[in-house]
């Protein structure tokens, strides 16, 4: 076994830097080979059995080395004990990703297979602790040829596609990366909920109560935004994550409220969000607007949700008589309140009480039934109660503290602090 022992010493001294073999490792690894003889494997078989010995030549070539030191017949790979032919479609698999990634743009890819449950079995028979697995292999070996091919490079942390292969039927599907889109959107009209709102009896189906349309909305800001998003991107759907909403009655004006829209499969990545933001404005002209829109991160979402965004709103409320409606304003600035969910949300919030910081709040308008109020406050404040107190769920309020009943006329956002600022 001369010949042997020297093959492994010659890759014993080409990798000196990431492996180490002593003399009894080298006659296990020996000793393992002539094992593997009473199986019929093809080369690429036989040398991904010893694949993590020496980097820089492929299995094929490792085991074709072995076999003719252990004076073995050559064998085909269609009559390979272990992958029955499988190694010999790495071409084929390759064309198949390359076919089902035409419709796409993309910068970066993974290949990822599926392979036969009776090989994995036989695999784990054989085993040896050098091996690497064939799912591996052909993931390489078809991705190799596919970046080639193509001119783009794999990428194992954050692909823009995986395609995985069914090396069982010779089916590649795709999985796609979603693109998300940051920016933030005015609300210039009242009656449309930020989010699509499917019907209450049917969930989307469509049925007689919603008319048919499966929406209790015709609009929503979301589609306003998504529609034209949508087209260019050539996505199958999209999500939106806002953060925060507002009620469907209250505009969103000022700097706008933070939002990401997120586009699943997309058919292309590399658009222009200048000209979409133009596209956008012009579809949703005088409902809704955006500003702002850049590629974002997934885990951004995670960020904008929990953010805590202090709101400046502008209130008009009615009164039969004012009260001590200005020493109730002073009484409030800088005040904490505590709201118990109010009773027109309690069906879909968890009945607590929250505790909010009124940041900032002044007169900015005081007529003999009427007042218009500009209110800076915490995060998830509720305005409506804090006016009304919601039947002493609320307090202290603008009314308790004013001693009269108010009622809210109007209200809308009209600015959205940093994130964090003033708690
Ligand atoms: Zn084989
Ligand atoms: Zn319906």
């Known amino acids: 076994m001369a010949p042997f022992l020297s093959f492994f010493q010659i890759s014993l001294h080409k990798n000196l830097l990431s492996f180490f073999f002593t003399y009894v490792q080298l006659e296990d690894i020996k000793e393992k080979a002539k094992k593997l003889a009473k199986y019929k494997l093809c080369d690429a078989c036989l040398g991904r059995q010893f694949a993590k010995i020496e980097h820089g030549i492929s299995n094929r070539e490792r085991g ?25 479609e790495i071409e084929k698999f390759a064309d198949l990703v390359i076919d089902a990634l035409k419709d796409y743009e993309f910068n970066t890819f993974l290949v990822g297979c599926k392979v036969d449950e009776e090989i994995l079995r036989k695999e784990k028979e054989i085993e040896t602790p050098y091996a690497e697995s064939i799912k591996r292999e052909i993931n390489r070996e078809v991705g190799k040829i596919v970046a080639k091919k193509l001119d783009k490079p794999a990428d194992f942390k954050e692909p823009d596609i995986v395609a995985l292969i069914n090396t069982l039927y010779d089916v590649v599907e795709l999985d796609v990366r979603p693109i998300y889109i940051y920016g933030r959107y005015r609300k210039l009209v009242r009656g449309i909920p930020q989010t699509k709102w499917y019907c209450r009896k049917c969930y989307g189906k469509g049925c007689e109560y919603c008319n048919y349309k499966g929406k209790m909305y015709e609009e929503s800001v979301e589609e306003l935004i998504a529609k034209k998003a949508l087209e260019a991107f050539e996505a199958e759907d999209e999500s939106f994550h806002g953060a925060g909403r507002e009620d469907i009655d209250v505009l969103m004006l000022g700097n706008g409220r933070p939002f990401i829209l997120e586009l699943k499969e997309p058919r292309k990545r590399n658009v222009d969000l200048k000209e979409l933001e133009k596209q956008i404005n012009e579809y949703a002209k005088g409902k809704v607007e955006v500003t702002g829109l850049r590629y974002a991160k997934k885990e951004e979402i995670e960020k904008l949700k929990s953010a805590e965004y202090p709101k400046i709103y502008r209130v008009v409320i009615k009164f039969r008589e004012k009260g001590k409606i200005n020493e109730a304003v002073n009484a409030l600035r800088g005040r904490i309140i505590s709201q118990r969910t109010p009773k027109r949300v309690a069906h879909r919030r968890a009945d607590k009480i929250r505790h909010k910081k009124i940041i900032d709040i002044k007169i900015e308008d005081l007529k003999m039934n009427e007042a218009t109020l500009i209110i800076k406050a915490e ?30 006329e109007k209200l809308d956002v009209i600015g959205i602090g940093d994130k964090d600022e003033e708690k």
């Open 64 to 88: 074709k080395r072995i076999r003719e030191m252990l004076g073995l017949e050559k064998v085909d790979e269609s009559e390979c004990w272990l992958c029955d032919g499988l190694m010999n």
């Open 379 to 408: 995060s998830g404040t509720y305005i409506k109660e804090l006016i009304t107190g919601d039947e002493g769920r609320t307090t202290p309020s603008l009314a308790e503290l004013a001693g009269v009943e108010m009622k809210v």
